[in-house]
């Protein structure tokens, strides 16, 4: 089989890709990715965060591809499935996502970024300037938390939200028969799930079953409450997160992934089509939260297990079905 790569030949995966194909002679391995761009075509097996060139799909050889990341989104995921080419994605990301949620919800709560703020201008806060209960932070500790997605990220929260002594909800569609780890309980009635919690975790991956899910009913709704999305922006409907938050229904919004994003080659622009960044209640971050130099490590070192053992059994456990999405 031909086996191509479209990740950068140097750095984390110049030796293992090298390693790779020295232990599997019976292959051929394009590892360049000028040279793999241009035979398309006639690849078995591709290496690449998404796919350049949707036109060679057409008459391609293309089994498989390999994602060392975990959205699948942004993949023609009805052409591939027509086509009988099977995906599999990585999770490698999955602790430092959950950091960068617990991280931004801590900000918050603490009131770390506007007492930074003000303390840079010489503005003081709490008892040392006479002020007491009206101006203080809140804790974490033992709130109510439900996490929307207990896949790899949401097991992650979980387990990290545990030394806190929260109780911790894991909201799911279909009902699991053991309770994952990490979690208090499972809850399957979306609106109930939401109801229960102070703060609520989206980990979800974007599905045609997720796109809308908190809809702009369910926010107005969700009276003082605090909102983390580090799955997909529209997951959360935009204009209702802008309007529970501008209104003071919710309590405030940390957000790491958004509705818009810069031009390729554009370095500025706004991440939503409402002033969501103007708000005092919003905790702001630039869709990096599984950006880490352990994060890509690990995500090189799942995604080239994950080949090689498709290359040895013709299987790997991180396939994605393209009819759910994930």
């Given at each position: 089989m031909l086996i191509a790569s479209l990740m950068p030949r140097k750095g984390i995966w110049q030796a293992p890709l090298?390693?790779?194909?020295?232990?599997?002679?019976?292959?051929?391995?394009?590892?360049?990715?000028?040279?793999?761009?241009a035979s398309l075509k006639d690849v078995d097996a591709l290496l690449a965060s998404g796919l350049p060139d949707l036109a060679f799909l057409s008459d391609a050889r293309l089994k498989a591809i390999f994602l060392p990341l975990t959205g699948v989104n942004h993949l023609p995921l009805d052409s591939l499935s027509a086509r009988g080419v099977r995906i599999f994605n990585c999770h490698g990301n999955a602790d430092y996502v959950a950091e960068r949620a617990l991280a931004m919800t801590l900000a918050f709560l603490g009131r770390i970024i506007p007492?930074?703020?003000?303390?840079?201008?010489?503005?003081?806060?709490?008892?040392?300037?006479?002020?007491?209960?009206?101006?203080?932070?809140?804790?974490?500790?033992?709130?109510?938390?439900?996490?929307?997605?207990?896949?790899?990220?949401?097991?992650?929260?979980?387990?990290?939200?545990?030394?806190?002594?929260?109780?911790?909800?894991?909201?799911?569609?279909?009902?699991?028969?053991?309770?994952?780890?990490?979690?208090?309980?499972?809850?399957?009635?979306?609106?109930?799930?939401?109801?229960?919690a102070e703060l609520l975790f989206v980990a979800l991956p974007l599905t045609p079953e997720t796109r809308g899910l908190f809809s702009r009913e369910i926010l107005l709704g969700a009276k003082d409450k605090f909102l983390i999305n580090v799955g997909r922006g529209e997951i959360v409907d935009e204009e209702g997160l802008y309007l529970s938050l501008k209104e003071g229904v919710?309590?405030?919004?940390?957000?790491?992934?958004?509705?818009?994003?810069?031009?390729?080659?554009?370095?500025?622009?706004?991440?939503?089509?409402?002033?969501?960044?103007?708000?005092?209640?919003?905790?702001?971050?630039?869709?990096?939260?599984?950006?880490?130099?352990?994060?890509?490590?690990?995500?090189?070192?799942?995604?080239?297990?994950?080949?090689?053992?498709?290359?040895?059994?013709?299987?790997?456990?991180?396939?994605?079905?393209?009819?759910?999405?994930?």
């Open positions: 090298d390693a790779l194909a020295a232990r599997h002679p019976e292959h051929r391995f394009i590892l360049d990715p000028a040279e793999a761009s007492y930074h703020q003000d303390l840079l201008e010489g503005r003081w806060h709490g008892f040392w300037v006479g002020r007491g209960a009206e101006d203080q932070w809140d804790s974490l500790f033992g709130r109510r938390v439900c996490i929307f997605g207990a896949g790899a990220i949401g097991t992650a929260l979980a387990s990290l939200l545990k030394p806190f002594r929260c109780e911790v909800t894991a909201y799911r569609r279909r009902p699991e028969a053991q309770l994952p780890e990490g979690f208090d309980r499972v809850e399957t009635d979306f609106r109930a799930a939401v109801a229960g919710l309590k405030g919004a940390a957000i790491d992934t958004w509705y818009t994003y810069p031009q390729a080659g554009a370095t500025t622009g706004e991440p939503s089509r409402y002033p969501i960044t103007s708000l005092a209640n919003v905790v702001l971050s630039p869709h990096v939260a599984g950006s880490t130099r352990e994060a890509a490590a690990e995500a090189a070192e799942q995604t080239l297990a994950s080949l090689e053992a498709w290359l040895n059994t013709g299987r790997s456990p991180n396939e994605v079905d393209p009819t759910r999405a994930y």
